[in-house]
T-cell receptor, first 113, second 115 residues
Framework: AQSVTQLGSHVSVSEGALVLLRCNYS??????LFWYVQYPNQGLQLLLK??????LVKGINGFEAEFKKSETSFHLTKPSAHMSDAAEYFC???????????FGQGTELSVKP | AAGVIQSPRHLIKEKRETATLKCYPI?????VYWYQQGPGQDPQFLIS???????DKGSIPDRFSAQQFSDYHSELNMSSLELGDSALYFC??????????????FGEGSRLTVL
């Protein structure tokens, strides 16, 4: 089945430290990949998306992700964490023209002062 | 810019009651998706509509039904509510001309609590 797997349900970093949230997908065809962020009691906001134009994708709030076909990965990074980055992050994949997203299990990011 | 509007934002129902959630997509978006997010869970796809026709179906219970109207808004009807239906229900919309690479724009969700 088509899916994404996020390694680590909870990641904690110090303010100013590197953020690395892991996402691996399963697919025999090139997928479209997305990272969404969800703040408490809010909807899902798109951070960035991979649509085959470039393997390194830059998103909002200083986040970026690199598509690595050989590793079937699409890890999310940010060089320096801010307190405001604390949220739930979801990796998602879409394969067909219907655009339906399949979400990973989510990773809760905590940022310590 | 206009976003996806969902109503109501909060809803409390008793077991075996019915509930209706509404979703108003972004203007000119022709596709609507419904997702269910249980506590601490990832969003699960329920159903989608394109141009008022069901386009895909996920893990939607038979007790639930949905439709998209001529003005493109959508309603999710839930009957014989169970405690396990307590969740955050998201609606998202997209422009089908973007294909699978198009972004889904999510509403802020409707939180259903079944007592």
């Amino acid at each position: 089945a088509q899916s994404v797997t996020q390694l680590g349900s909870h990641v904690s970093v110090s303010e100013g430290a590197l953020v690395l949230l892991r996402c691996n997908y399963s697919s025999s065809v090139p997928p479209y990949l997305f990272w969404y962020v969800q703040y408490p009691n809010q909807g899902l906001q798109l951070l960035l998306k991979y649509t085959s134009a470039a393997t390194l994708v830059k998103g909002i709030n200083g986040f970026e992700a690199e598509f690595k076909k050989s590793e079937t990965s699409f890890h999310l990074t940010k060089p320096s964490a801010h307190m405001s980055d604390a949220a739930e992050y979801f990796c998602a994949v879409s394969y067909n023209q219907g655009g339906k997203l399949i979400f990973g299990q989510g990773t809760e990011l905590s940022v310590k002062p | 810019a206009a976003g996806v509007i969902q109503s109501p934002r909060h809803l409390i129902k008793e077991k075996r009651e019915t509930a209706t959630l509404k979703c108003y997509p972004i203007p000119r978006h022709d596709t609507v998706y419904w997702y269910q997010q249980g506590p601490g869970q990832d969003p699960q796809f329920l159903i989608s509509f394109y141009e008022k026709m069901q386009s895909d179906k996920g893990s939607i219970p038979d007790r639930f039904s949905a439709q998209q109207f001529s003005d493109y808004h959508s309603e999710l009807n839930m009957s014989s509510l169970e405690l396990g239906d307590s969740a955050l229900y998201f609606c998202a919309s997209s422009d089908s001309r973007q294909g699978a690479s198009g972004e889904l724009f999510f509403g802020e969700g409707s939180r259903l609590t079944v007592l």
